[in-house]
């Protein structure tokens, strides 16, 4: 049977990849970023996943504004990052596990979502970078993956009850599947931060903390704001959080909370590193 | 005003400093947008540095959004529709990174926006190890 190992959620800043081309991991600006995610190697090398649920939001390489998906599944065999207007490329492809996708985008359709099916897809920095920070050096990923992009660009953007009870829907197709994967669910992106207006730079401590206290333990907790509550408390990039929900939610039940790393500043972004461990199954 | 642009009006949040992106503005800045979205390739960022005027021509920007972009103006990229994720593409051509557009956008030096961000500094780590 497959098994739910826990969630890992990363900030996946653009910058942060420019940072692992150049080799600045030890440079003073990168270090205190950097330096969170050692346990997580040590906690992936212990437990072996194979294979990566990610939610995550496209910031214009795969979807443009002419047909934006709410919600949409990859359902391909490989997946590719390409550059995306600046030059950087990362050349590692992304397997996939098709027959998985189909198993979720079944799963979840029946639970009355309604996503769009992608049998080709570029997945961009949101998922590139967090891999390149789990999985660095290595020849190809140990681990194959079904992306499942969230609309963060266009609004109106989905609630954040949505997002949970998405994920809630993608952790009970993962529990249903017969096979015996052993998976990692990643949710992307955040925390605080703003890239336009005059708001720019806009950066909320008290906010993120509450994002952070309680997206493991009470996740509910986050349901009282909707979405544009979101941009006003999070910045308009900062709405990314609606990953974190997504995640969380598919890793169903209670966690426990292994690392945390919180960083201001990266590039203009709060940026922040969790791993969440599923706890073992109690039997009633 | 008509029952239909009150609505419209009517159901923008006022969020300070902040615009978010709506289908209003979506519609607004399509061309400028689309013409951002063609930079994801080396070859269209090229031929926009050639001849910035053809390109923008190319994509039937409005008048406000070729203004905007022949002054490099960030805010009123925005108010003609742009979308940030796309404008940043533009920016990577025009050599400008985030920390320069929040320059450009908050009215300050680029120093004084990082110094800003740096003032803000922390980090928190937590583990159970």
Known sequence: MSEILGGIFTSHVPGIGGAIAKGLQNDPYWKPFFDGFPPIHRWLARKRPDMAVVFYNDHGLNFFLDKMPTFAIGAAREYRHEDEGWGLSFQRPFAGIPELSWHIIKTVVAREFDPVMCQEMLVDHAVAVPFELLWPGTESFPVRLVPI??????????????????????????????????????????????????????????????????????????????????????????????????????????????????????????????LLECREPVPA | MTALAAQRAGARRPIPGTAPFDGDLAMRGYALNAMCYSFNRAENREAFRR???????????????????????????????????????????????????????????????????LAQGQTERRSAA
């Open chain 2, 51 to 117: 001849d910035e005027e053809g390109y923008m021509e190319k994509f039937n920007l409005s008048r406000p959004q070729k203004d905007a972009v022949r002054t490099r103006d960030v805010l009123a990229m925005l108010e003609a529709g742009g979308n940030v994720y796309y404008l940043a593409k533009l920016a990577g051509i025009l050599g400008l990174n985030v920390q320069d557009l929040g320059a450009l956008q908050t009215g300050q030096s680029v120093e004084a926006f990082k110094a800003a961000l």
């Open chain 1, 149 to 274: 992009a969230i609309n963060t660009v266009q609004h109106p953007l989905p609630s954040p009850k949505r997002c949970l009870e998405l994920g809630r829907a993608v952790g009970r197709a993962l529990r249903s599947w017969q096979g015996d994967e052993r998976i990692v669910v990643l949710g992307t992106g955040g925390l605080s931060h703003q890239l336009e207006g005059q708001r720019a730079g806009f950066i909320n401590k008290e906010f993120d903390r509450f994002c952070l206290d309680n997206i493991g333990p009470n996740p509910e907790a986050l349901l009282q704001y909707d979405s544009l509550d979101l941009v006003e408390l999070a910045g308009s990039q900062g709405v990314e959080i609606l990953n974190w929900l997504a995640a969380r939610g598919a890793m169903a039940g209670e966690v426990v909370e292994l690392e945390s790393n919180y960083h201001i500043p990266i590039s203009n972004t709060a940026a922040a590193t969790m």
